[in-house]
């Protein structure tokens, strides 16, 4: 099993641009979801989703949207960068009471 | 809200040292407790969890216990080694609800 991979790994994006970071698992986990880290604030969480054609917001969810089509994939979407965006994101899956991240993506908005 | 609080780093320590990063939390009912680690460049894995009070998780050396009475779910470890320097995140889930609150995360730094 490959487990969570994202892509990119890296990204640089200008204010106002849009995009859409990968997120994928090959383990059938209903629960997804997606967390942001900064420095000195630990992760927190931006949108979730409890199956295929369910999801929700976290704790900071606003410039982002997300969509669950299958139970593999959750694509997070950055409508309209801004600065503020920039940081470090991870996408989960959850098991039972186990969470399992992917290697993160480190988005830069200028 | 609930709230994870962690010992501001960087802990710096020598190899073999005796290692513990305080963590407490607020939070209603009986939340589950994490420990997560980050090796540099990498995502986070789980390291230990508890999901009662006076339960006691343990991996790879690291221990923590559940104390509800003080709130917290210190990580300690006896003997540290230059392959534990990492980002360390202690987190809860309220009610299995799978969404986690982190804490700011503790740099430890294990010098030869």
């Known amino acids: 099993n490959a487990g969570v991979t994202q892509t990119p790994k890296f990204q640089v994006l200008k204010t106002g641009q849009s995009m859409t970071l990968q997120c994928a698992q090959d383990m059938n986990h209903e629960y997804m979801s997606w967390y942001r880290q900064d420095p000195g604030m630990g992760l927190r969480l931006i949108h979730y989703s409890v199956g295929a054609g369910i999801t929700d917001q976290g704790e900071v969810p606003n410039g982002y949207n997300v969509s669950r089509s299958t139970t593999e994939d959750f694509p997070l979407r950055l409508l309209s960068a801004a600065p503020s965006q920039t940081s470090v994101y991870f996408c989960a899956s959850r098991n039972g009471g186990e969470q399992y991240f992917g290697p993160g993506t480190r988005l830069t908005v200028t | 809200g609930d709230s994870v609080t962690q010992m501001e780093g960087p802990v710096t320590l020598s190899e073999e040292a005796f290692l513990t990063i305080n963590c407490t939390y607020t939070a209603t009912g009986y939340p589950s407790l994490f420990w997560y680690v980050q090796y540099p460049g990498e995502g986070l894995q789980l390291l230990l969890k508890?999901?009662?009070?006076?339960d006691k998780g343990s991996n790879k050396g690291f221990e923590a216990t559940y104390r509800k009475e003080t709130t917290s779910f210190h990580l300690e470890k006896g003997s540290v080694q230059v392959s534990d320097s990492a980002v360390y995140f202690c987190?809860?889930?309220?009610?299995?609800?799978?969404?986690?609150?982190f804490g700011q995360g503790t740099t430890l730094q294990v010098k030869p």
């Open positions: 987190a809860l889930e309220r009610s299995n609800t799978g969404k986690l609150i």
């Open positions: 508890a999901t009662k009070a006076d």
